[in-house]
């Protein structure tokens, strides 16, 4: 923690040394993620916290995938040769080690109760199922509300301090162009709009290619609870990196909602996550991040991406083998996007490639159609991570599920035993502690 506040301190003396806009947009990325990994350590320091050892490797997993993402984003930004040597600092390692010393304690799972992860407590669990709500605020774009923007929505939500109770925001349906940012600062927010086809929330943010002024942590349409709505990005396959939701909030939960972009569409940053119901669509690594997430019975679909291009679905980024953290895609459909259709025959689709050397993936009982390459899995550059990676695939089905061409790395494998299976289950991999409830929403604890 001391070490941690010294290198935000001296982060911010920088920000106003920066030399260019490049600079200066890494610096303020950060800003925002030491502070998030400050908030982390406090969580693992209070003793008033309620907290398990579970919990604590995944506030220390969220910890360090913070300070891996702001270093990507100096990267990122092509300021990594002046710039990363003023960040030097152990924190990393500190906290690698303290994952380590975790680590060697075996975390027993608790018991489980049928229905949702029982991180959802009751009330949440009827507010996802409920057909009408009672919201906190309104907004429509028709003035038939209390606002007529989400931002603004959200803006009086900030003014209720320290407040513990849910507070719900009504989107009716109707396409929203802003970008928001739901922080530290704002608990317990959840948003329920009119159906992931009817409420659609839309940003054009990017990064790379031709350019677009922000890093790809920065490019999120929106980034807790979220029901009904589409989030995305319309910058298009010619921008690349371009998210139409980050999410790093723990315990946040999407419910048939749709996410729709091209390269990198979900951020999935980092902490516990779950999607249900969910549809996906994007071309490159368009599942990518260092969270412990599960996506069950969701509909993912590959786009056609830019001519020379192949798909890959995820991009894992697990930077340290200790870290609780995995992209575990359970009961859903993998299948192609209507653009992608006449074209399938020119383009190559993955299953993932590891971003960073110990990346984590998981497919199981899952339909893969005809679009999944014989190889199933693609290299991030050369050899980087194939022996120390996890790439596993366990009873999926379909055309393209046929592991007898898949390649051949020390760090994947096919799962035949259940026990292994089990690990990736929400029961194991996400909710130790319970912290999903019972609820009337369809939902799968174990395998089947």
């Given amino acids: 923690m001391e070490r941690a506040m010294i290198a935000q301190s001296h982060n911010k003396h920088l920000v106003s040394k920066s030399r260019s806009e490049n600079e200066k947009a890494a610096w303020t990325d950060c800003l925002k993620l030491y502070e998030d990994t400050i908030i982390q350590l406090n969580k693992t320091l209070d003793p008033n916290t309620k907290s398990t050892g579970f919990d604590q490797q995944i506030w220390l997993s969220a910890a360090l995938t913070n300070i891996e993402t702001c270093r990507t984003g100096f990267i990122e930004m092509g300021v990594s040769d002046y710039m990363l040597p003023l960040l030097s600092n152990n924190v990393s390692q500190l906290i690698s080690n303290t994952l380590s010393l975790h680590n060697v304690f075996s975390i027993r799972p608790e018991t489980y109760k049928s229905g949702f992860p029982n ?41 209720r ?98 996410f729709v972009g091209y390269q990198d569409t979900l951020y999935v940053h980092s902490q516990r996550q779950f999607y249900k119901n969910c549809h996906i669509y994007g071309t490159v690594d368009f599942i990518f991040g260092d969270a412990a997430v599960v996506l069950q019975n969701c509909m993912i679909f590959a786009r056609r991406p830019m001519h020379g291009q192949s798909n890959a679905i995820t991009a894992q980024s697990r930077a340290n083998p200790n870290q609780t953290t995995g992209i575990i ?105 319970l912290w999903l409830p019972d609820t009337g929403v369809p939902f799968t604890a174990g395998l089947y």
Avoid at 122 to 147: C, E, F, M, P
Avoid at 225 to 234: K, P
Avoid at 238 to 253: F, N, P, T, W, Y
């Fill in 119 to 159: 991180w959802v407590k009751v009330g949440d669990r009827k507010l996802l199922q409920r057909a009408y709500i009672t919201a906190d605020l309104v907004v429509a774009q028709d003035g038939s509300g209390d606002h007529t923007t989400i931002q603004a929505a959200l803006d009086v939500a900030a003014e």
């Fill in 161 to 258: 301090s320290g407040s513990s109770e849910k507070f719900m925001i009504y989107i009716k349906r109707g396409l929203y162009e802003e970008n928001l940012e739901i922080g530290n600062n704002l608990k317990n927010i959840m948003l329920v709009g009119d159906g992931l086809k009817h409420t659609i929330i839309s940003g054009s943010r990017s990064f790379g290619c031709s350019g677009g002024g922000y890093s790809t942590f920065n490019t999120a349409t929106v980034g807790f609870i979220a029901r009904g709505i589409t989030f995305r990005n319309t910058a298009g396959p010619k921008k690349c990196q371009a998210v139409a939701l980050r999410s790093g909030s723990d315990r946040s939960i999407f419910y048939r909602c749709g």
């Fill in 329 to 433: 895609i359970q009961n859903s459909r993998v299948m192609a996007a209507p653009d992608l259709v006449p074209v399938l025959s020119k383009v190559k689709t993955f299953l993932g490639r590891p971003w960073k050397e110990y990346s984590r993936t998981v497919f199981m009982c899952t339909f893969l159609d005809t679009l999944v390459d014989p190889a199933g899995w693609l290299e991030w550059d050369g050899d980087f991570g194939l022996d120390t990676l996890y790439y596993g695939e366990y009873n999926n089905f379909g055309p393209g599920a046929s592991t007898s061409g898949r390649v051949k790395w020390g760090g994947y494998r096919v799962i035949n035993s259940s026990t292994e299976a089990s690990m990736f289950t929400v029961e194991n991999f996400i909710s130790r502690d």
